[in-house]
């Protein structure tokens, strides 16, 4: 698929939420429109949703896509502690406060697919319907950690624990690939103004730390509590996975509907875990049709 010329229009601004965090927004869509919000994954910005950015704006939706806490031009606070869920949770509940009105439609990859889950279990009053791609439910994903083949696809996850190194070498990978997705993980190659965008979100190690620590804090803090956390998730929900995802196995849909009471799967042979940009008219169709105007 070519690449949108629309998503060059999209405006931006900066947010700063009550609790001190800025956040930076890219928004399309028509004011009064049914608001959505867009989570991304890593190692990610905004850029993530230009395919989603135009299409869901000319289906007459508010479309707010934050980078989150510690990419791009949000605040980037220093501390492993600064990235517990609770702390990137209250950042979302913020920002749907200010810029949606307090509820919206959320719909997150990756990690933001992740904050998502978390989003509609701790506070369902601020998500209508929620669309998830290529992100576990936490509940599947702390029964998956026993698999040694989930283990294997997660050994990035463990490597990060290791202080300082990992900002270093992603850093260099920037520098030389600008860090963004490509044919290696199945996205097409991207045009050079997008792979910009993400150069200059991945310029330096500390560009870096903040989204290595997600994956520390998740260890030091969340996962020894996560458990006792879980709660079913009342909105209605659609899950679309790439069934090529070589980091998230297709086993983690297995026990979606011990979660989730409203659920819809859609699985799409042949495409990998940035479903949104190798699919992105498949995925565009699938949201289009799930979130109420």
């Known amino acids: ?29 028509p004011v009064d429109g049914p608001p959505v919000v ?20 000319a289906a007459g939706f508010r479309v707010i896509a934050p980078d989150l806490r510690g990419y791009g031009l949000s605040s980037r606070p220093p501390a492993v502690a600064d990235y517990r869920v609770d702390a990137l949770l209250q950042d979302l509940v913020a920002l749907l406060d200010l810029a949606a009105g307090g509820r919206a439609h959320v719909v997150g990859h990756d990690w933001g697919g992740a904050l998502a889950w978390c ?11 929620l669309a998830i791609l290529n992100a576990p439910h936490p509940g599947s994903f702390l029964r998956a950690l026993r698999s040694p083949a989930q283990l294997r696809r997660s050994w990035y996850m463990l490597a990060f624990q290791v202080p300082v190194l990992p900002e270093r070498i992603l ?46 804090a998740l260890f030091r803090y969340d996962l020894p509590t996560l458990r006792r956390r879980l709660r079913p998730v009342e909105a209605p929900t659609l899950v679309i996975w790439g069934l090529d995802d070589a980091v998230l ?28 940009q190798q699919a992105p008219d498949a995925v565009n169709r699938l949201l289009v049709d799930f979130l109420p105007g």
């Open 1 to 29: 698929m070519t690449e949108p010329a629309a998503w060059t229009t999209v405006g931006h601004r900066q947010l700063r939420l009550p609790h001190g965090i800025t956040l930076h927004l890219a928004e399309a869509g």
């Open 38 to 57: 867009l989570l991304h994954g890593f190692p990610d910005c905004w850029i993530t949703w230009r395919f989603q950015l135009p299409a869901l704006a």
């Open 119 to 129: 989003l509609a279990m701790m506070h369902p009053a601020t998500v209508d319907r």
């Open 171 to 216: 850093t260099r990978l920037a520098r030389t690939h600008g860090l963004a997705p490509g044919p290696v993980v199945g996205v097409p190659p991207l045009p050079e103004d997008v792979r910009g965008i993400y150069a200059q979100c991945f310029d330096s190690p500390v560009a870096l730390r903040g989204p290595v620590h997600y994956y520390r």
């Open 249 to 276: 196995g297709p086993a983690l849909l297995d026990d979606l509907d011990d979660h989730v009471r409203n659920l819809r799967v859609e699985r799409l042979p042949g495409v990998g875990h940035f479903v949104h």
